[in-house]
């Protein structure tokens, strides 16, 4: 099993629209979890911190639920600019973060 | 601006050769890593440092070596001895040890071609 699974996509949809993504990893004993958007031959860049109790930043929402060890990312009103691979990341320790393959999505008019 | 530079942006490198990926950072970070992706694949972690003067192997550190001489400075040498070596690399920082469990940041990458 890997470490962190995410659904690769391609998730196609129209402007406007709401569209979740879900990550699911393995270690129990995992600290912190982050989502990155990166887009097409582009570095990552962080979106978001996730925190235990869920946490918004405008049309993203961010959830964790560590019982069934999975995060979750919604996107609410998607925007063309939307469109990028995002990845979920979750540390093991200090230092140690380990990255999903990523989850690419298409925005379209 | 503070940020994380990388380069050279792209390279091409012959079988054989020795190449040297440079990365510098003006956050005043203390931890710094390499990886390396590959198309449809996440991010491998080559190799980490958390203070100057140490570092340790990643997941795929064969073929592989670092040096932190410098804070602000985690260069990156791709040897012969990897078999592998196409790939987008990607230089990072963080905060480091103290900060606790700390998002990083990225370097813009290089784009390494072996001919």
């Known amino acids: 099993r890997k470490e962190v699974e995410q659904d690769p996509g391609p998730f196609n949809v129209p402007e406007g629209a709401t569209v979740a993504f879900n990550c699911t990893y393995s270690?129990?004993?995992?600290?912190?979890f982050f989502w990155y958007r990166q887009d097409c031959r582009k570095e990552p860049k962080l979106l978001m911190s996730v925190y235990s109790s869920g946490n918004e930043d405008g049309r993203f929402t961010a959830q964790l639920n560590r019982a069934s060890q999975y995060i979750s990312l919604l996107i609410r009103d998607s925007k063309l600019s939307d469109s990028a691979t995002y990845l979920c990341?979750?540390?093991?320790?200090?230092?140690?973060?380990?990255f999903g393959a990523g989850t690419r999505l298409t925005v379209k008019p | 601006d503070g940020g994380i530079t990388q380069s050279p942006k792209y390279l091409f490198r012959k079988e054989g050769q020795n190449v040297t990926l440079s990365c510098e950072q003006n956050?005043?970070?203390?931890?710094m890593y390499w990886y390396r992706q590959d198309p449809g694949q996440g991010l491998r972690l080559i190799y980490y440092s958390q203070i100057v003067n140490d570092f340790q192997k990643g997941d795929i550190a064969e073929g592989y070596s670092v040096s932190r001489e410098k804070k602000e400075s985690f260069p990156l040498t791709v040897t012969s001895a990897q078999k592998n070596p196409t790939a987008f690399y990607l230089c990072?920082?963080?905060?480091?040890?103290?900060?606790?469990?700390?998002?990083?940041?990225f370097g813009p990458g290089t784009r390494l071609t072996v001919l």
């Open positions: 990341v979750v540390n093991l320790s200090l230092g140690d973060m380990r």
């Open positions: 956050l005043n970070h203390d931890a």
């Open positions: 270690n129990s004993a995992s600290q912190s």
């Open positions: 990072a920082s963080s905060m480091g040890v103290l900060a606790g469990y700390n998002e990083q940041f």
